[in-house]
């Protein structure tokens, strides 16, 4: 089945900075442990064969090893509550690369599907203030990163990853993960805003 999407992302993990994956498509370790954190994507307009995909948020929250590129990922998908049930499975198919796409790069490093759950989704990006609450499981802030004196927010381009381009440097000022058996505090921690428009 052929689908496109066009809309924002927001993605951001644990790394204390900007993070080794973006500057080195997957082979360097991040900073911890474990790599946890989630992409966001709010769909501003998209479809999938006949069914209308705009106005839909997915997010998939990612627990993976140091070394993301070995796999072993372990992923769980959240549908804002206003998807009907095919449109959950349809974003979650192009968020876990099973529908092909940008993301179908990532989907063989997946060794864990955490399931599908929906929850009452909003995501806000306006003015270099970005924010994506799911209800009960997500609550996220994060901010342009724009230095003193400078014009605009400082960004990455050329990034081997499905993103942009350009990436703007986005930290979260907050975020908190409760879902999928996880309990992440990821404030002040890497986070990247990005336009999107993705096909297959």
Known sequence: MSWSLTGRAIEHCNCDSVCPCFTSALAQKGDYERCRGFIGIHVDEGSAGDTDLSGRTVVVVIDAPPQMAEGGWAV?????????????????????????????????????????????????????????????????????????????????????????????????????????????????RHGTTSAVSWSS
């Open 76 to 188: 769980g998908v959240i549908v804002d509550d206003g998807a009907t049930d095919e449109q959950a499975e349809l974003l979650s198919g192009i968020m876990t690369g099973t529908a092909g796409g940008p993301m179908e790069a990532f989907g063989p490093l997946i060794g864990t599907h955490l399931g599908i759950e929906k929850a009452a989704v909003e995501f806000v990006s306006d003015n270099g203030a970005h924010s994506l609450q799911a209800q009960g499981k997500i609550d996220a802030e994060f901010a342009d990163m724009v230095h003193e004196d400078a014009d605009a927010p400082v960004q990455l381009i050329g990034a081997a990853l499905p993103f942009g381009p350009p990436v703007t440097i986005s930290p979260p000022t907050k975020s908190l993960i409760s879902a999928f058996g996880l309990d992440i505090d990821n404030s002040g």
